[in-house]
């Protein structure tokens, strides 16, 4: 893959961007970006600026690609705002794996990325390069570029402030790359933003990739929801968190109208603003492909009457807590599972300067086994699993789970699906999809790589015919 699409992207796909360009289509927001050779600026699909010529007119797959080639973001529609795009899957998983590593904010050093995927700092150069069309180094300046613009035009930090969140060193150095890279300087990129009705919060946006099904993410939640450390309402989700050895809360109010959702976060250390947003779209499930997943969906023989709309997959704050879900919810039901959950966090959970937050993997190894009203054998399946955790400095691979005791797949599944977003997994071991799929003719394969919402899609079906 090259950078500019009109080179190496078929005539039929140029086509379907340039008809998107000029609908103003929202369903390709943040699929592609257009670059303006007049102007040397680079929109979103959906900008409300006069349409360009197309002879004037370049096509890119990524923000920072545009970038790269010299073009400076929009300040109307904020490129940097738009919602993940799908483009990063399709390439060599390495590359994609790396890619993420260095779009990650606090950033990490270059040879600390290739050491962690096994292979030398110059191979990750000649891969990166290869396959985006810029350093690794590049990828990374861009990425906290783009980032601190967000920043600087969403929220109420002061320079300095933006400077220390995105990585850089100072006030001075943020100012002095922005002059370089686009011409501009941060205060000329700060707009006037209306007073927050909260100003120790940073108040930032979360667009989705439109359509959402927003009271389908709502009631899911809802339903699992941990009253200590999460709330639910009619058009927000909020919780306590936190994240290394930070601590935080936000709250996501969703906004039809902008399709997205207005976040207000308070974190004791501003360089992890951008991974708690990620994770937050995670758990939110915005940048999923609504009409690619419909598609997959009909072709594994959903009935287009029962299709939800903009279906997505709430996920959990972490991967523990969602394995501790899993093993609370082995052979019961969501309601008894989720009690068990919240006297989890009353017997291990533990408290931060905004309230209580999930219990860490040293809590629940430590917690007595007679803390929870559960069968001997299931609480020692969840000791043992919080002590993997405990002793793994990453997420304990899927092999090491399944070695131990209590730990089955259906379990590890779970785990992936509401811990990682994992969008291909089918639970054809469980028995409300079970249920629903013997009613009608249905082809998970078909659904491939988007069977987990298959499994999703399944369980409404269920529940609208009790």
């Known amino acids: 893959m090259t950078a500019l699409l009109n080179n190496t992207e078929s005539s039929k796909q140029t086509e379907i961007y340039r008809q998107a360009r000029l609908s103003r289509d929202p369903r390709f927001d943040g699929m592609f970006f257009v670059a303006v ?50 483009a990063w899957q399709g390439i060599d998983t390495t590359v994609s794996r790396a890619v993420q590593l260095l779009i990650a904010l606090p950033a990490q050093r270059i040879d600390q990325i290739a ?94 990739r439109t359509p959402y099904n927003w009271p389908q993410v709502k009631e899911f939640l809802a339903v699992h929801a941990l009253p200590l450390v999460e709330q639910v309402t009619a058009d927000s989700y909020a919780l306590t968190f936190s994240w290394h050895n930070s601590a935080g809360c936000l709250k996501a109010t969703y906004d039809a109208q902008k399709n997205g959702f207005n976040v207000a976060i308070k974190i004791t250390d501003l360089r992890f603003i951008q991974p708690v947003m990620r994770n937050l779209a995670r758990v939110l499930d915005v940048n999923a492909d609504p009409q690619l997943i419909q598609k997959a969906l009909v ?26 879900r899993a093993v609370l919810g082995q052979q019961i039901s969501v309601k008894a599972a989720t009690n068990y959950a919240n006297q989890l966090i009353e017997k ?29 054998s299931r609480q020692t399946t969840l000791r043992t699993l919080a002590r ?16 131990l005791k209590g730990i089955g797949p259906w379990t590890c599944d779970y785990m992936q699906i509401r811990g990682a977003a994992h969008s291909d997994i089918y639970l054809n071991s469980d028995l409300v ?13 078909a659904a491939a790589p988007w ?11 269920a529940v609208n015919q009790i």
């Open 37 to 86: 050779m007049s102007t040397h600026i680079f929109c979103r699909p959906i900008c409300p600026a006069r349409l360009p010529a197309e002879k004037n007119v370049r096509y890119y797959t990524h923000a920072v690609q545009a970038m790269a080639a010299g073009f400076r973001p929009c300040l109307r529609c904020r490129p940097d705002s738009a919602p993940g795009s799908n």
């Open 115 to 208: 050491k962690r995927l096994g292979i030398t700092p110059r191979y990750l150069h000649q891969l990166v390069t290869r396959q985006l069309g810029l350093t690794p180094k590049k990828l990374q300046l861009y990425q906290q570029l783009l980032f601190a613009k967000q920043l600087l035009q969403q929220s109420e930090l002061s320079v300095t402030d933006v400077a220390c969140a995105c990585g850089f060193q100072s006030e001075r150095r943020l100012q002095h790359l922005m002059q370089q890279q686009w011409g501009l300087t941060p205060n000329r990129l700060r707009r006037a933003l209306p007073v927050s009705p909260d100003a120790s919060s940073t108040q930032l946006f979360l667009a989705c």
């Open 348 to 376: 291990a959970g533990q408290k931060n300067q905004f309230g209580w937050v999930f219990p860490s993997p040293a809590a629940v190894a430590n917690m007595p086994l007679e803390a929870l009203r559960l069968p001997a």
């Open 433 to 445: 999809v079970k249920k629903a799929a013997s009613k009608q003719t249905i082809i998970p394969d």
């Open 451 to 461: 069977r987990t919402y298959l499994t999703l899609q399944l369980w409404d079906i």
């Open 299 to 324: 072709a594994a023989g959903v009935q287009t009457d029962q299709l939800v709309e903009g279906l997505r997959l709430p996920g959990t704050w972490s991967y523990f807590e969602a394995g501790c």
């Open 388 to 403: 993997a955790f405990e002793n793994h400095s990453d997420i304990p691979s899927r092999s090491e789970l399944l070695a």
